[in-house]
């Protein structure tokens, strides 16, 4: 008997160990089972765009009204779920910052990405909400560094931003006024100055336009510097600021001031507007030469070419003045008046910022008739903003 039970014991110990080793198996299989099956091993996972967003890219009215954080911009719970600013990542492709960057353009455009070409029309609060909204999100979590968001919504991110060139060229360099700060849209009328002065949204308003109020600068000037990582989102955005200035330009008086300025108010801000552009041209600039150093591209001479072969052309102001006031949602529209050339020497001369506002800057002086003194005076301003701005990033 004692032989039969040592028999049972070492029966039931063969079982346990078994057992035991079955379940370690099975522990092991679901550990194992999904880092075998993950893509790349250490790759992050990401996932797709929510499967509404490919009706919301065909409908801009229907993307705004869904995406619309409000006027107090606390409804971003859809607008987070078409980013994944939450949890995994958006995945780069057609499934992922494809279809979600073209939700994004249509919601605030007012167009579909197909349609950039057609004639824009005003901006409305909604759209401009949602563009408020995006900006907030993106640079989230990014006091110190830049935004973490996918390269693949650069080109759609480039759309919006041109699309609002003029805000978002005063976003990143000067910012709203105090109490406008955190208030995601602005109107012609709402933005006009008490005491009659002008318009801190744009220098010629056209009664029509609603602007888009970029939360701090800080946070719009590095999700801008994030989107110009990329040539094609880098050519959109410096054809729209050369658009704009020339646009600017070829409407001021021959003093030269804006139409209804004071002398002096108005040399003053003649000044500010062209020292703007430079100070934003001069952070593109800065922003390429960074997304080399942090790998975002592979060189400097692959991306001038590049941004060459992306960039429409080269922009100057007529040789009189223009008293027409377009919506403000046109100015990256505006056809360029000579192409960009081709080659090495052509690539140089895209690329140089200075070369390319001074280019435009003396013509317009030339054409213009501008006083010698007060000519210089621009320049120097338009100089010495480049350079600090150029050297601050």
């Known amino acids: 008997m004692p032989s039969l039970d040592r028999i049972r014991g070492a029966s039931r110990r063969t079982l346990l160990l078994a057992l035991g080793g079955g379940a370690l198996a099975l522990v092991l299989l679901a550990v194992l089972v999904p880092v075998l099956l993950s893509d790349g091993g250490d790759e992050p996972r990401c996932r797709p765009a929510p499967a509404s967003a490919r009706a919301l890219a065909r409908d801009p009215e229907r993307a705004a009204a869904a995406l619309d954080p409000g006027e107090g ?27 979600a960057g073209r939700a994004l353009v249509a919601a605030t455009t007012g167009r579909t990405a197909d349609a950039q070409d057609a004639p824009a029309r005003p901006h409305t609060a909604r759209s401009a909400r949602v563009a408020h909204a995006v900006v907030l999100l993106l640079s989230e979590g990014a006091d110190h560094y830049l935004p973490d968001f996918p390269l693949g919504l650069n080109p759609y991110l480039a759309d919006m931003f ?20 955190g208030r995601p849209a602005v109107s012609d009328k709402e933005a006009e100055y008490g005491d009659g002065s002008g318009n801190w949204a744009t220098p010629f308003p056209n009664g029509r336009d609603v602007h888009v109020v970029f939360p701090e600068f800080e946070r719009a000037e590095k999700v801008l510097r994030r989107v110009a990582a990329s040539p094609r989102a880098f050519a959109t955005l410096y054809d729209a600021e050369r658009a704009r200035f020339a646009f600017y330009l070829e409407r001021l008086t021959a003093a030269p001031r804006e139409p209804g300025e004071r002398a002096e108010d108005g040399q003053l801000a003649v000044e500010t507007e062209l020292e703007q552009t430079a100070a934003f041209v001069a952070g593109l600039m800065a922003a390429r030469t960074e997304a080399v150093h942090e790998g975002l591209a592979p060189s400097l001479a692959g991306f001038d070419r590049a941004v060459l072969r992306h960039t429409r052309g080269v922009y100057h102001p007529t040789g009189h003045r223009v008293r027409s006031r377009p919506s403000a949602a046109t100015l990256a ?14 690539v140089a001369r895209l690329m140089d910022g200075r070369v390319q506002l001074f280019a435009v800057f003396d013509k317009w002086v030339k054409d213009r008739g501008v006083p010698p003194g007060r000519a210089e005076r621009l320049r120097v301003a338009m100089d010495s903003r480049y350079v600090q701005s150029l050297n601050l990033l």
């Open 162 to 181: 041109a699309s609002y060139i003029q805000d978002t060229s005063h976003a990143v360099v000067s910012g709203p006024p105090m109490e406008w700060k």
């Open 73 to 99: 911009v606390h409804r971003t719970g859809p607008l987070k779920r078409l980013l994944r600013a939450t949890g995994d990542p958006l995945c780069d492709g057609a499934d992922g910052t494809a279809v």
């Open 333 to 346: 529209q505006r056809r360029p008046d000579a192409p960009a050339g081709k080659g090495e020497r052509a």
